[in-house]
């Protein structure tokens, strides 16, 4: 059996699909009747559009550029829904999200058309099973690709998998008859017994164990919860997987000259998230479905470190975008030591959470650590706690500045209309953000869309929703009865009671972004590009603050020492036992830390303090985190930040 795995628009143009990657090491490796391949159509679709590829392949309603070759007779209904769309987001969100007008859709709409027709026939050679995946708004255009395929070979076999596939499930077999067989759920065990069936003749496939077939997809119930047996389709040890195959992808990037940034995975499941193990639906950050319903597991240190190592070499490439959906909660530490020992100048992303402590985050940067996505969500402690996120606004003030102060870039997200959010968390927030947030990177605004595999979804009466439906937008620009058929990824929902009023929050982040981008391009003092920064002159600091001109504060001994303590999170127990041989409990708060908290200068929450001005280099920082920790054991704060029992 020859098989072809191929992504679609619109995976990220420069990097390889990991789905595919890991699936075709894996049969590779367990089924030697299987020849396979991976093929990243997506590449070459971006080699057509090139400059707005990018700006089209982050938004959700990229897919609306495949349904108008899906549904014709609809096409002008998408392509207005795209415009407006953007319009409205540029409005709402400001001058730093793309601008895309109608002649680029029309670009867009050309380049997928030219791609659909010259690619049907040339993949469809040679092949007995094509696979397909849905994660990156990847479903429309897989369709469209499905049904070209058939066209060119009925004898052809279809599969489809990912995320849209798994929530449109049996749906999307009743809907599109050129789809011969959808994988729900982790994919390994699932994809090769689909194909060892195939090869052994089994027509009859079991519904419940997520391998849909257009024999039993009638039998098969729509629900996302967890399946009865899900666990016996996860891949128990991860380091038992072979690494991910991306030869074919790597060479089409170097012919494309393209500097790709390599998938990682150290990790499935999310610490946070106990749904799978509790059963549990509230056991999450309310607003999540990334996890979906997988078990957290995570790959050794060993394996992670021997992975990178061999991968790197592999492809000649340092450059990593780790997948996990969480840090892991223990080892982080050995993790670290074991990147170091490899002796490589490593560049990669991580997902972190607000319980990472600075030292551990020089570690990350050591190590190559260079973008974050910190899991901020919100700025209200009141926010997060409706949130479910587990953290509160000093921790998360605290994470924003460490990263900031050692330029570890943060792509990080303030999530904005949460059902049931009240006025007074949306002036928590906005006084938050004006006064403090402000200090260090710009936080992303996104808006609170429904996710099928979401608490709030799952639970929406706990949260007020009601009239949950497929989004408007993709309403319009799909037939009337489609709508009414298929499951869909893409929900809008309505609310009881008034919305509460975000406007001022997205006012209050673009003055934000206008401030960082005005002192990034124009330092306003020796060229430091930030906001409020400090000199340590051993026995005095100078704060600096170059928001609004140049203003100075000057803190001069126990002044300074109390300030550099609250470098980490202090309680006020802990402040007045650190210094009570210098000065008394209610001198200390009247003389010291009340009016450092009246001249922002610091930050209180629930009697913990915490100083905000950053290092003025990161080698600075770096030098007073490490001799800070070698001199204490620093405590985490722990507030909300254990595990949900």
């Known amino acids: 059996m020859k098989v072809k795995l191929i992504s679609m628009p619109w995976q990220s143009f420069d990097s390889p699909s990991l789905a595919i990657g890991i699936l075709k090491a894996y049969v590779k490796t367990h089924e030697p009747r299987v020849g396979i391949e991976c093929v990243s159509e997506h590449v070459s679709v971006w080699d057509r559009l090139r400059d707005i590829y990018e700006a089209i392949s982050f938004l959700d309603i990229a897919e609306l550029i495949y349904v108008q070759h899906l549904y014709p007779e609809k096409a002008k209904f998408a392509t207005h829904n795209i415009i407006s769309y953007l319009e409205e987001l540029q409005e709402e969100l400001g001058p730093d999200q793309p601008t895309i007008r109608e002649p680029n859709v029309l670009r867009a709409l050309a380049a997928t058309r030219e791609h659909l027709a010259e690619s049907a026939e040339i993949l469809s050679r040679d092949a007995d099973l094509i696979g397909l995946t849905t994660t990156y708004a990847q479903f429309f255009s897989s369709l469209c690709l499905a049904r ?22 049996p749906t999307l077999l009743a809907e599109y008859p050129f789809v011969d067989f959808v994988v729900r759920g982790e994919g390994e065990l699932r994809f090769l017994h689909l194909i060892r069936c195939l090869l052994d003749g089994k027509g009859d496939i079991d519904a419940t164990s997520g391998i849909l077939s257009r024999e039993n997809f009638s039998r098969a119930g729509s629900s996302l919860t967890r399946y009865e047996n899900e666990v016996a389709w996860e891949v128990k040890d991860l380091d038992t997987l072979p690494m991910p195959d991306y030869d074919e992808f790597q060479e089409t990037a170097r012919q494309h000259s393209i500097l790709s940034i390599l998938p990682f995975e150290g990790s499935r499941g999310c610490w946070w998230d106990r749904r799978a193990k509790t059963g549990d639906v509230m056991q999450a950050c309310y607003f999540c479905g990334e996890n979906g319903s997988l078990t957290r597991r995570d790959k050794s240190i060993l394996r ?39 002796r490589k100048t490593y560049w990669f992303h991580m997902e972190i959470r607000a319980d990472i402590d600075a030292p551990t985050l020089v570690a990350l940067k050591e190590a190559g650590c260079s973008r974050v996505q910190i899991g901020i969500e919100g700025l209200s402690t009141a926010y997060l706690k409706r949130l479910n996120k587990g953290t509160t606004a000093i921790r998360n003030l605290y994470v924003m500045r460490a990263c900031y102060e050692l330029e570890i870039f943060s792509t990080s997200n303030l999530i904005t209309d949460f059902p049931g959010a009240t006025r007074a968390e949306l002036e928590e927030t906005l006084f938050n953000i004006l006064n403090y947030g402000i200090l260090y990177t710009p936080l992303r605004i996104s808006r609170f869309s429904l996710d099928p595999y979401s608490t709030v979804y799952r639970r929406p009466g706990n949260f007020e929703v009601k009239n949950v439906r497929m989004k408007q937008r993709f309403q319009e620009s799909l037939p009337e009865d489609v709508c009414l058929r298929l499951n869909s990824p893409w929900l809008d929902f309505d609310v009881e009671g008034e919305p509460a009023d975000w406007a001022p929050i997205r006012e209050a982040r673009n003055q934000w972004h206008d401030l960082h981008k005005r002192i990034t391009e124009n330092p306003p003092y020796l060229g430091i590009a930030k906001s409020f920064f400090y000199f340590d002159g051993g026995d005095f600091l100078e704060l600096i603050d170059v928001r609004n001109g140049i203003k100075t504060v000057t803190l001069k001994s126990l002044r300074r020492d109390i300030y550099l303590y609250c470098m980490e999170i202090r309680s006020l127990k802990e402040i007045a036992s650190r210094f009570r041989d210098q000065i008394a409990e209610g001198d200390l708060v009247d003389k010291m830390l009340e009016p450092f908290c009246a001249g922002k200068l610091m930050f209180k929450e629930n009697n913990h303090y915490l100083s905000l001005a950053v290092a003025y280099t990161p080698a600075a920082a770096v030098e007073r985190i490490k001799s800070a920790s070698s001199r204490s054991q620093i405590r985490e704060y722990p507030a909300q930040d254990e595990l949900p029992k």
Do not use: C, M
């Open 148 to 169: 070209a395929l058939k066209q060119a070979r009925p004898s052809l076999k279809i599969v489809f998998g990912g995320w849209a596939a798994s929530v449109a499930g």
């Open 304 to 342: 992670i470190a021997e992975e990178l190592n061999q991968l790197s070499s592999k492809y000649r490439n340092t450059r990593f975008f780790f997948t996990d959906n969480l840090i892991r909660l223990s080892g982080r530490h050995e993790l670290t030591e074991a990147i170091k020992a490899l």
